[in-house]
């Protein structure tokens, strides 16, 4: 099945500051990529997402990068505020009737410092 | 509150004891997914549904698990003869289609003394 590695486990930065996330995938069927922010004690909320015929996808201060070829992608976060501070996730999930089964990465803690 | 719902919020068990989850779904939401969160890793996914169909069971349920959504709107989930190692958030997401985004529930938090 698909295996999805996330990497930092925890990321702290100074508020203003730019945040990266990178994920690495097994299956090269995988196509679609989505990211969540979880708040703690909350639900999982989409951030951001991009399929596999997309290499870049950006809203305002997210932007997420996808390298099929690497079978990687990132969430990139500019200009960081306190607000962002939280855990994010990435997961993929395979195409056919498989498709929308996520597979979750481990998460990454991010804190932002005012 | 027109998201995704779950009740209990909250369930405490004890070791071999059966106890069953309700969630709803957005309206008209033809997927629903059942997810299992333990603390600090990602939602493991557990099942999922196409409107009454169950598509996919992961392959690490053990046979205590079992999930139903008989209309095709609510899912129960139920798990028999608890094990402490059960003991974790248990999301539940919907979405219109295969290809649109997963809206979560707040979960149930179980806990099997």
């Known amino acids: 099945g698909e295996n999805v590695e996330q990497h930092p486990s925890t990321l702290s930065v100074q508020e203003g500051d730019s945040a990266v996330i990178k994920c690495t995938y097994s299956?090269?069927?995988?196509?679609?990529f989505p990211w969540y922010k979880q708040e703690l004690g909350k639900r999982p909320q989409l951030i951001i997402d991009?399929?596999?015929?997309?290499g870049e996808k950006k809203d305002q201060r997210i932007a997420v990068t996808l390298n099929k070829t690497a079978k990687h992608f990132s969430l990139h976060i500019t200009e960081t505020q306190p607000e962002d501070s939280a855990v994010y996730f990435c997961?993929?999930?395979?195409?056919?009737?498989?498709?929308?089964?996520?597979?979750f990465g481990q998460g990454t803690i991010l804190t932002v410092h005012p | 509150d027109t998201g995704v719902s779950q009740d209990p919020r909250h369930k405490i068990t004890k070791r071999g004891q059966n106890v069953t989850f309700r969630c709803d779904p957005i309206?008209?939401?033809?997927?629903l997914y059942w997810y299992r969160q333990t603390l600090g890793q990602g939602p493991e996914f557990l099942t999922y549904?196409?409107?009454?169909?169950?598509?996919?069971k992961s392959r690490l349920l053990s046979d205590r698990f079992s999930a139903e959504r008989p209309k095709g709107s609510f899912s129960t989930l139920e798990i028999q003869r608890t094990e402490q190692g059960d003991s974790a958030m248990y999301l539940c997401?919907?979405?219109?289609?295969?290809?649109?985004?997963?809206?979560f529930g707040p979960g149930t938090r179980l806990t099997v003394l």
């Open positions: 997961a993929a999930s395979l195409g056919g009737t498989s498709y929308g089964k996520l597979t």
């Open positions: 997401a919907s979405s219109l289609s295969p290809y649109n985004e997963q809206f």
């Open positions: 991009i399929r596999s015929n997309v």
């Open positions: 309206s008209e939401h033809n997927r």
């Open positions: 549904f196409q409107n009454e169909a169950q598509l996919e």
């Open positions: 299956d090269s069927a995988s196509n679609y």
